[in-house]
């Protein structure tokens, strides 16, 4: 009989945090029955507690870990698999990590004391999908979504098993657990389309020696008072963040446009007595505040940007779908297609500055010019003027893996989009056709990161003329007409 060799564990790290969610999330529970398309996972014990699974919560970090170490799109990584752990063809290794499940409580919750769950607060969201080339909703392509309300709290809960003589382990998790102190880890459903932002403000580490008495007893206790607080878990844990180098790349566009008019992204069913279409509100700071969700912007900008790509390549349309469809993911038209995610994160935008007002209007006959019997809606779209404005984010993720060429054509494909927002020549949301969802470019701030180099590039709009024409720009736009796609891909597409 062989002998068997044991983990040599010689130090337990229990961590334990309160994370708070800064625009609405979707925590999926994969059951297709209820009484929304997508509903929320639930504790089975107390339906009106939200849940949060530990598999949710460590596929996360570790999707990050790889990432960060490997750069975006990486498949494999062995700090990440050493942490989480790995299966091959012949062994699986264990996770030195364990993770457990969240149960949402309340935003002050101690962590030095057990905590009680407490209900949750919902919102719905409506989703369709739009006809690029009509501008209209697809037919039966409505959906609509169960949210967790921004501001919503969960209380999470590690424990590292260290082994002897290893400091990369820990240091490898202070790093991911970092990305939720700095709110760039997006949990749940359609994180790359704004929801799922969070991040974590308080830390509580308890460190235990299993080789002194003390520590294994401490343990075994299991006492939550003993331990450090704080704001920063490399301090904590005593970590050196440059054991582990940041290989990522990527473009971001930080913009803000005023609102001269209206928008109007419209709700889902309001209450007895509402209009009959309002613009979309989610909850921010324990307040209802007008927003530009994620998916409008993300919609927007796609169908842009294969116009843009179909005026460049007008005789080639599998190429202007190929690197809108790198961009953006690729759309699932039939059974067979395979489905990639998108590579560009948008980030909701919270309107500032505009006010609502209800508008009454009805439908006409062309012929007589009089107006249809029971034709008659109102409307409450934002109203913008003077001093409102949106900022969003855009982020393109970009895989070291990739040809020079299709990175720097994508991204001379979202300044051309930037472009016609900054312009107004691109509305947003609905009735576009009557003037509403124009917006003008006031500040604009890009920002190219590849690894721990960054270099930025400020837009402002002063007066009619734009404060400055970074010339290292034109090289993008430049690289997107010059751009080919690679004949393997379309030999597929053939």
């Known amino acids: 009989m062989s002998e068997r060799i044991g983990r040599n564990v010689v130090e337990r790290v229990l961590i334990s945090g309160i994370l708070v969610l800064d625009t609405p999330a979707h925590f999926g529970n994969g059951d297709a029955a209820g009484l929304t398309d997508m509903t929320l996972a639930r504790d089975p014990r107390n339906r009106t507690v939200a849940l949060l699974t530990g598999a949710s919560i460590a596929g996360a970090l570790r999707a990050y870990l790889r990432e960060y170490a490997g750069g975006y799109g990486y498949r494999q990584e062995a700090l990440s698999e050493r942490l989480f752990g790995r299966i091959d063809k012949r062994f699986s290794y264990q996770s030195w990590l364990m993770v457990d499940d969240a149960l949402s409580v309340a935003t002050d919750a101690k962590l030095t004391a057990p905590v009680k769950p407490v209900p949750v607060n919902v919102e719905l969201r409506d989703g369709v999908a739009i006809d690029a080339k009509t501008r209209t909703a697809e037919d039966k392509k409505k959906y609509d979504v169960e949210l967790l309300q921004a501001g919503t709290a969960f209380r999470l809960g590690f424990e590292l098993l260290s082994p002897d003589g290893n400091n990369d382990l820990l240091d490898a998790l202070a790093v991911a657990l970092r990305g939720l102190q700095a709110g760039t880890i997006f949990l749940g459903q359609r994180k790359r389309r704004g ?236 009735e576009s056709s009557v003037g509403r969802g124009r917006l003008c470019g006031r500040t604009a701030m890009l920002t190219r990161k590849e690894g721990e180099r960054e270099t930025t590039w400020l837009i402002e709009q002063v007066g009619d003329r734009l404060s400055a024409t970074p010339v290292e720009l034109e090289d993008y736009v430049k690289a997107l007409w010059a751009y080919r796609m690679p004949e393997r891909q379309r030999e597929g597409a053939k």
């Open 195 to 430: 929801f799922g932002q969070c991040r974590v403000a308080q830390w509580h580490v308890r460190r235990y020696d299993l080789r002194t008495p003390q520590g294994l007893i401490g343990w075994l206790a299991d006492d939550m008072t003993t331990g450090e607080a704080g704001v920063d878990i490399m301090a904590l844990l005593k970590a050196k963040s440059e054991r582990v180098q940041d290989r990522r790349a990527s473009f971001r566009i930080d913009a803000t446009f005023d609102l001269p008019g209206s928008l109007l992204i419209r709700s889902g069913a309001g209450l007895p007595g509402e209009p009959d279409m309002v613009h979309l509100r989610s909850m921010r700071n324990g307040a209802e505040t007008p927003i530009l969700s994620g998916t409008s912007l993300a919609g927007a900008i796609r169908a842009r940007a294969l116009r843009i790509a179909n005026t460049v390549w007008p005789h080639d349309a599998s190429q202007a779908a190929y690197l809108v469809d790198e961009t953006f993911g690729r759309r699932i038209e039939r059974s067979t297609d395979d489905p990639t995610g998108s590579r560009l994160i948008v980030h909701e935008g919270e309107l500032q500055g505009t006010h609502a007002l209800v508008q009454s209007r009805v439908k006409l006959d062309r012929f007589t010019g009089g107006s249809y019997p029971q034709a008659l809606f109102s409307q409450e779209p934002a109203i913008g003027g003077e001093g409102a404005s949106v900022r969003f984010v855009l982020e393109l993720r970009q895989r070291a893996s990739d040809p020079v060429t299709l990175r720097h054509a994508q991204v001379g494909l979202l300044l051309l989009v930037l472009k016609d927002l900054w312009t107004s020549d691109l509305p947003l949301g609905g």
